[in-house]
């Protein structure tokens, strides 16, 4: 039978449940895990982000997480008739030395006017570790992973992984599921190089037509 103070888990209240949860992230923030962790609640206007010319119509897409590839395997269409958007998101990334990981979850629910509301939702992991003597830096002034600095002269090698999903069916809007998973290699030089190798494999359906697209991406980033 677990314990907390005493307590049966069982017995333990709401409000106790938030303290014990908070004496726990404190005690791994304190010792460096946790990075972050984010909530977002958006309430928009439809005309505001989205890709439309009209104030009450929106259009969600996705590519295969490559900007090489201009084709859309995931397209809701235009979506008229839209009253409100609300949007709730959670986000959260730790990093232990060598190993670090993150994760993001979005649900967008869209409100239209006549037809039944709609809801979207998208999800992606990513993981890594460094097969050298490195660690992904974090700014909590910035909100954002920094830049590698190379802890050897030889450069630094990072294994990647990232897994996400998206689904834009809901009620009479087909625009499709797609789940891609994805492998890469960093090599750090220095600080402004970097060399990039992904290959990424993505599985979607949109209307009942499946469309697999796999692509290797390379990539060479310097920055001044």
């Known amino acids: 039978m677990y314990k907390i103070d005493g307590k049966k888990i069982e017995e333990l209240t709401m409000f106790d449940r938030v303290d014990e949860w908070k004496q726990v992230l404190k005690t791994l923030s304190e010792r460096d895990y946790i990075k972050c962790i984010n909530l977002n609640l958006n309430d928009e206007n439809p005309y505001i982000e ?62 239209r006017k006549v037809d039944p509301d709609l809801s979207f939702v998208g999800s992606y992991a990513y993981v890594s570790y460094f097969l050298t003597d490195d ?60 060399f990039t190798a992904n290959y990424i494999m993505a599985d979607s359906t949109m209307a009942g037509i499946d469309d697999d697209p796999n692509t290797l991406q390379l990539r060479v980033r310097l920055t001044f």
């Open 50 to 111: 989205y890709e439309t010319d009209d104030d009450d119509t929106v259009r969600l897409r996705a590519r295969p997480e490559s900007h090489q590839d201009g084709h859309r395997i995931v397209n809701t269409g235009n979506i008229a008739d839209i009253d409100r958007i609300n949007k709730f998101g959670f986000e959260a990334a730790i990093v232990r030395g060598r190993f670090s990981a993150q994760a993001e979850h979005v649900t967008q629910r869209i409100q």
């Open 135 to 194: 660690s992904r830096p974090y700014s909590k002034t910035g909100a954002a992973f920094g830049t590698v600095t190379p802890s050897s002269d030889k450069g630094a090698w990072e294994l990647a992984a990232r897994f996400s999903t998206l689904d834009l069916d809901d009620t009479d809007i087909l625009g499709g599921e797609v789940d891609t998973f994805t492998v890469g290699v960093n090599y750090y030089m220095t600080r402004d190089l970097r």
